[in-house]
């Protein structure tokens, strides 16, 4: 759904617009809206955005009025010129075991009084959020992956040893961080009733990802009393997490070199899997031996010229002589 009137890029509004959805702008979520998948924001958190930025109000306003009735009219400009739809939630009750409505609805519906601007609503924007320059430089650094991960089985060996390790490293690194995250925010809650966590955007697909990695931690916030988790319940599961790690403690295998030996068959089976041990370096585009990569003359046995090889190849070569021979003499 493109806006109507001016859409060109030196718009003004178009420009206001564009503030509103940038990073510092105003928060979004995402919901469904007449079974389309819209962005939109609170109408209170739009108000809230103009109010802290007056500057940006003065050239759509008139600067007679008060600013309450400025952010009216910017906003009911924002609705006429359809860079805005106004909207309410779908469901207007909590859901079944919920005192309170959600902060951020999943579906909404279009309002009957479309043009008027009102902080309780919330306003699903219209158009494409614009592209940074970020979004292009990883779109050609996702087709070069994909091209690079279409060469690889005619990638030398140690390319390919190299991709592997550094695949294995990210997924390594990934597990860890999310391993020490649940551990953080498990800890915190037994502790304190609240969550802290790392990388708190990390796992949000609302979030792009600029934002995946920051802010650094955040902690949940305070819930109203008598409705945190009971301390009975977060004893009860600090018991179960200590009889977990008492477990793995006594049934750890005797040899501390078992879970080192079982790592690096794990390595093999991998490397076997590539074609990237033993008879894998023989292979297209691995190097190694292969067809005419012959050693010198030497001694039967010696490295590069296996005598069952030698052997094979002189009796070939005898039974060509040979057929040679008879056919002479038929002749």
Same mark, same amino acid.
């Given at each position: 759904m493109a806006p109507k009137g001016p859409s060109r890029e030196e *718009? /003004?509004? +178009?420009? %206001? &617009? *564009? +503030? %509103?959805? &940038? +990073?510092?702008g105003v928060e979004w979520r995402s919901s469904i809206l007449q079974d389309q998948r819209v962005e939109f924001i609170r109408g209170k958190d739009l108000a809230r955005y103009l109010r802290s930025h007056e500057e940006q109000l003065q050239p759509f306003v008139s600067k007679a009025s008060k600013q309450d009735q400025q952010v009216k009219e910017l906003g009911e400009?924002? %609705? @006429?010129? @359809?860079f805005l739809i106004k909207a309410d939630r779908m469901f207007k009750k909590p859901k079944p075991g919920r005192k309170r409505l959600v902060k951020w609805p999943k579906k909404l519906v279009p309002t009957e009084n479309p043009w008027a601007f009102q902080e309780e609503f919330f306003y699903a924007w219209t158009y494409d959020r614009p592209k940074s320059p970020w979004y292009y430089v990883l779109c050609g650094l996702a087709f070069l992956g994909i091209t690079?991960?279409? !060469?690889?089985?005619? &990638?030398? @060996? /140690?390319i390919k040893l190299v991709a592997l390790y550094v695949? !294995?490293?990210? =997924? =390594?690194? =990934?597990f860890s961080v999310l391993l020490v995250r649940g551990l953080v925010a498990m800890t915190t809650w037994i502790l304190l009733g609240r969550s802290l966590w790392i990388f708190p955007h990390l796992l949000s697909e609302e979030k792009g990802i600029d934002e995946a990695f920051w802010p650094l931690y955040e902690l949940d916030e305070q819930p109203e009393k008598g +409705?945190?988790?009971?301390? %009975?319940?977060?004893?009860g599961m600090a018991l179960t997490l200590a009889g977990v790690v008492w477990a793995l403690h006594?049934?750890?295998p005797d040899k501390a070199g078992s879970v080192k030996d079982g790592a690096w068959q794990a390595h093999d089976a991998i490397l076997e899997m590539l074609n990237l041990h033993g008879a894998g370096q023989q292979k297209l585009g691995t190097g190694g031996e292969g067809p005419g990569?012959?050693?010198?003359?030497g001694a039967a046995g010696s490295p590069g010229k296996p005598a069952q090889a030698a052997e094979a190849a002189a009796g070939a070569f005898g039974d060509d002589f040979a057929g040679g021979k008879d056919a002479s003499a038929e002749l």
């Open positions: *718009d /003004p509004l +178009k420009q %206001l &617009a *564009d +503030k %509103l959805r &940038a +990073k510092n400009l924002l %609705l @006429r010129r @359809r690079l991960c279409t !060469m690889f089985p005619l &990638a030398p @060996r /140690p695949s !294995m490293t990210l =997924i =390594i690194v =990934i +409705k945190g988790s009971h301390w %009975l319940v977060r004893t006594v049934y750890v990569n012959f050693s010198k003359p």
